[in-house]
């Protein structure tokens, strides 16, 4: 046997890999709660991409003569309690709150996977890495937080720490499982058994094999990173003022929730839809690529 032998087990072709891509597609898109989701949050990303061209004010100027307005036709979503439009400040806060939930899947699911993976393939440093991460789920996110803003100091590095710290634990348990998986495989052993080396076997036969089953999860883990975020945002952990953040401006609206309730409740209301869309969306995912749910 040869390490040639292998290769038709990982490598697909071309075509067959842009047909499979082509069926998960159109599986989405038969999926009317699936494709409504990938429209409202790709909707919500292009208007916090584009923000500065589309917001209709500018998100930081107060106008004191407009404090706390009403929705209306001048400022369709009211102003807050210094005369700022909220409907940009929305869009300029969910910038922030996706680039926090964005951040924090990617850093934490890369360090979690690379944890994972390696505990996997050895079996020496699976006890400790696993004890490491049973350490890690033992604190909360929002403890995290209040420990990181307590050395740091409140700010937007702190919520991104704790958003990687409680990412990484629960990434790494997924990988590590798929991991095994794979690793009891006959070709695992047939790769050892002709020479190739660790890092070929980790990374071109181990990784690239788990990567669906931890990407699935990411999807899923998304939504609750952004509520995470907007709820260390919301107690003063996050974003300072006057930086637009949707879970600081919903806990800015509080003291005026009975004279003016737009200004917490539409950044709330904002929160909801995007966590929403991103879990119906990562359920989809799911359902599409898990080889398990396939029938």
């Known amino acids: 046997m040869s390490v040639q032998a292998l290769e038709p087990v990982f490598v697909a072709e071309p075509e067959t890999g842009a047909f499979a891509r082509a069926g998960v597609l159109r599986r989405l898109a038969r999926d009317r709660v699936a494709a409504g989701a990938a429209l409202t949050l790709t909707t919500i990303v292009a208007a916090a991409v584009f923000a500065p061209w589309i917001a209709p ?29 909220v409907l940009s400040r ?33 079996r020496r440093l699976d006890g400790w ?15 995290i937080g209040l420990a990181v803003a307590a050395i740091f100091g ?18 790494a348990r997924v990988a590590r499982g798929a991991a095994v998986g794979v690793m009891g495989q006959e070709f695992m052993e047939a790769g050892r058994a002709v020479g190739v080396t660790d890092g070929a ?17 990411l999807t899923l883990r998304f939504g609750q990173i952004i509520l995470i975020g907007s709820a260390l945002g919301f107690l003063g952990m996050g974003a300072q003022p006057p930086t637009a953040e949707l879970g600081m401006m919903a806990a800015q609206g509080r003291d005026f929730l009975f004279m003016a309730p737009h200004i917490a409740t539409i950044p709330s209301c904002a929160i909801f839809v995007i966590v929403l869309a991103a879990n119906l969306l990562g359920d989809a995912f799911r ?9």
């Open 57 to 85: 004010y500018d998100p930081y100027f107060t106008d004191l003569t407009k404090v706390m307005q009403p929705p209306g036709a001048e400022h369709w979503f009211g102003t807050d309690n210094t005369g700022r439009d």
């Open 90 to 122: 929305v869009i300029f806060g969910t910038r922030a709150t996706l680039m926090l939930g964005l951040v924090g899947v990617i850093i934490g699911g890369l360090f979690g996977g690379v944890l994972g993976i390696l505990a996997a393939y050895y």
């Open 129 to 143: 890495i696993m004890r490491l991460v049973d350490v890690m789920l033992a604190f909360p996110a929002i403890l």
């Open 154 to 171: 409140a700010g937007l590095t702190a919520v991104v720490i704790a958003l990687v710290v409680a990412t990484v634990p629960d990434v």
């Open 201 to 217: 076997l980790i990374w071109r036969y181990l990784t690239l094999n788990c990567i669906s089953t931890i990407f699935v999860f």
């Open 287 to 295: 359902d599409v690529l898990d080889p398990r749910l396939q029938t």
